[in-house]
């Protein structure tokens, strides 16, 4: 399994920015996919994600309303959309793919991106 995001840059606040995430070596129905996001000094929380068993779309607290996960699954792609940015959404945003239906637990993961650096200006 690879896992490549991108997509991350320096933007103000109150503006927007789409990650992707590309995957290889699995099957988008047999996984659960999510994003997480780690920033400066704080531990890896949970953004988004599906599970492979029900095929519902579960958000972070923090982000209900402002970003939107959907894939395409032609060409094996997570995008993350994320709108009305915030200088606390500042962090390094990772793709991650794992077998367990614990969506929010990191540990579960087995496969992870390298991440790409979002930062938000005030």
């Known amino acids: 399994v690879q896992l490549v995001e991108s997509g991350g840059g320096l933007v103000q606040a109150g503006g927007s920015l789409r990650l992707s995430c590309a995957a290889s070596g699995l099957s988008f129905s047999s996984y659960t996919m999510a994003w997480f996001r780690q920033g400066p000094g704080k531990e890896r929380e949970f953004v988004t994600g599906v599970n492979w068993a029900d095929g519902i779309t579960y958000y972070g607290d923090p982000v209900k309303g402002r970003f939107t996960f959907s894939r395409d699954n032609a060409k094996n792609t997570l995008y993350l959309q994320m709108n009305n940015l915030r200088p606390e959404d500042t962090a390094v945003y990772y793709c991650?793919?794992?077998?367990?239906?614990?969506?929010?637990?990191?540990?579960?993961?087995?496969?992870w991106g390298r991440g790409t650096q979002v930062t938000v200006s005030s």
């Open positions: 991650a793919a794992g077998r367990s239906l614990r969506i929010e637990v990191s540990s579960d993961y087995e496969d």
